[in-house]
Structure formats: C-alpha cells, structure tokens
C-alpha cells in the first residue's frame, strides 16, 4: 500500500512539473557519471606520492609502490552549497603494488584547495591496512564517502 502511494505520488509530481525535471535530472546523472577526475594523472599522482610516504615514514607499513590503478570509480561528489564551501568528489580504486598484492585505495579531491588555495586541487589518500594512526578515522572512513555529512 505505501509503494503504491509513493508511486502516485511521485507520478504525480512528474506530470505536474513535466518532462523537464525529468530531463534535468538526467543530465545532472549523467554529469556525476561521467567525470573523469577520479582517473586523472595528476590525482593519481598525488594518491601516490601519499602512500608512498606512509609506505617509507610510518612503522608497521609496508615498503611498497603502487606499479598501476585499476577499477577506478567514484563513489561521491559533494558540490559546493551554502555550509560546505569546498566541493568534494571521493573515489576509490585497487592499486597493484610491487610485492604483488592488491589493495584498495580511497581518494578524496577537494577542488581548489590546492597550495594557497590557488594552485589546483588537494588529495587525500588512504589505503587499506596503510593508516596505522588512524589519520583517515578507522577504515579510512574520513575518505571514503561524504554520504550523510554536511
């Protein structure tokens, strides 16, 4: 019974405001899917050069490099809004290391946050069992997702 409320209802709205909400929304989908920032090389330069320094500086991790990214997607985009001045996009993807292990590295690009504030993005990276202070919250939380924050 209350699917089917919710169906009228959303039918309902649809039919009021016509197809061009529809449409919209759409293109705004489209928009989050198709964004390329997750794969690019400076990014995925900067995902490294983190991890690298976890890898060499912090007892308990592993001596390693990332040889190559793979499966590389993203997991959320928080846009600029009235009490969240910083637009985030969080990615994710496995990284192939060169002791022959796999492991998943989560991203977080904060647009515009760059040195000074004027010189491109940040990155913050964090892979799975690299965290060993728990900079990134347990399970490197603080990167994974922006979902239900404000």
Known sequence: MFRHIVASTALTVLMFFGSGAVSHAADMLRLYEDNQDCADDRVLKGVSRQIDYQSRRVPGVPQVDIVDYYAIHQNDFLPEAYKRPIA??????????SNGETRTVWYLIEYGQGFAGALGDNVEACMQGFDEWNVYDEACRVVRSGVGRN
């Open 88 to 97: 985030r996009r969080y990615c994710q993807a496995s990284a192939a290391l």
